[in-house]
């Protein structure tokens, strides 16, 4: 009997502890999405409105999907999806403007 008493006491605490640590773990997710949120909020995102060209000129991706990234190239200013694809057109400007599909 003792046996018995012991092993429920001991199953009701750890469903208690359980409970408790649940509830904590929710919290936590919940204060990571928080953060999750208050980190891409300070992303660089622009206006198509501010750009020249209709698509990334190193990708071909429609500049409606997103700017990451501009760049000033004669007399334009040049929207990219990423810093990567606005690098990569730097390296060789003038092969990819055409792309561009400037307004």
């Not at 046996?3 to 919290?27: E, Q, R």
């Not at 000129?57 to 810093?83: E, Q, R």
Request: hydrophobic content about 35%.
């Amino acid at each position: 009997m003792r046996k018995y008493i012991l092993t429920t006491i001991t199953t009701v605490t750890i469903l208690f502890t359980a409970c408790g640590t649940g509830s904590n773990v929710t919290d936590a997710k919940t204060d990571t999405s928080t953060a999750m949120k208050q980190d891409t909020s300070t992303e660089k995102t622009y206006d198509m409105a501010l750009v020249n060209n209709k698509k990334d000129p190193s990708c071909g991706m429609p500049v409606t999907a997103g700017i990451a990234d501009t760049a000033h190239y004669k007399n334009n200013v040049l929207g990219f999806c990423s810093t990567e694809c606005k690098n990569e057109f730097l390296k060789n400007p003038e092969a990819n403007l055409a792309a561009a599909e400037i307004k």
